[in-house]
């Protein structure tokens, strides 16, 4: 029997808000704005802990960069020096990359909130609770599993923050003395962003919503280029950010798919971008070493 066209239709248009606001998974429905952000404080202080906790990891933060480099260096991935020299040998991609690592993620993710608070009431439930389950996950291999990022682990790369004194990060009371420098592995840039082009994509039935993951793609590239992260990190960011969307979210064949497409768009634009980067051998890397880090922090 052939289906009717009304039924043929409903499943070709966009996913409106509504299949969102069921409860499922472990989301939690949308609060009232104080109690929003005061789980958004809550989260900045779970983060500040963590923070705390794993200051005397130095050494294991080193060593677990160190198993990062290697295992690119097997694989034929290690594109971050690369990256690094040509955005650090020119001031203006420099400063941009720089800017862009220390408030786009910040802003971005509070605009998306806000607006999906505002404007998407009934998504905003599921969609937040995605978020603070992946920003959680993180947390927990932050402590567990703490790694220093390229800028303080491989030799020759440039610090792009520091040299650049992009937002005070020269000074030791400037904006890098607020966040975890042993939080590489997952990459909560890349996480924040991937969530950010999830959300537009899944509560908007524009044509043009599919560029939203030109965003996680680009934030890929800058934390490459600045050092702050491996591509391996990038990896965990994207998957923490699947898994959050997961512990949250009924997935439908649908949303499965337009997600899985929606990644793999990020994915390969970051992949054409680096396509021409020069890659390591496949010898033995030379053992990491805390090359700028100062022997209390890093």
Known sequence: MAAHPDILRAVARPMRTSALARPAGLAWPRLPAW??????????????????????????AFGHAEQLWQAER???????????????????????????????????????????????????GQLRSALVLATTAANVVFWAWPAAPPRFSVPGMTDILVTRDILGAAHPHGATSLVNLYAAMPSLHVAWAAW??????????????????????????????????????TAGGLAVAGLGVLAASRITPLLARRLAGGLWAAISVGSYAVAGCPVGSTGRAPRLLPVTAPADSP
Do not use: K, M, Q
Request: hydrophobic share 55%; net charge positive.
């Open 196 to 233: 950010c082009a999830t959300a537009i994509v899944t509560t908007t039935g524009t044509r043009w919503r599919h560029l939203a993951w030109l965003y996680p793609a680009a934030t890929i590239l800058v934390v490459l280029a600045s050092a702050n992260h491996f591509l391996l990190d």
């Open 74 to 124: 097997r694989l034929h991935l290690t594109v971050e020096p690369y990256l690094n020299h040509l955005a650090g040998a020119h001031r203006l991609l420099a400063e941009a990359a720089g800017y862009y690592y220390g408030l786009f993620h910040f802003i971005i993710t509070a605009l998306v909130l806000a607006w999906l608070y505002l404007r998407r009431p009934a998504a905003f």
């Open 35 to 60: 109690a929003e952000l005061a789980t958004l404080g809550a989260g900045y202080a779970a983060y500040a802990l963590v923070r705390l906790a794993v200051h005397s990891a130095r050494r294991a």
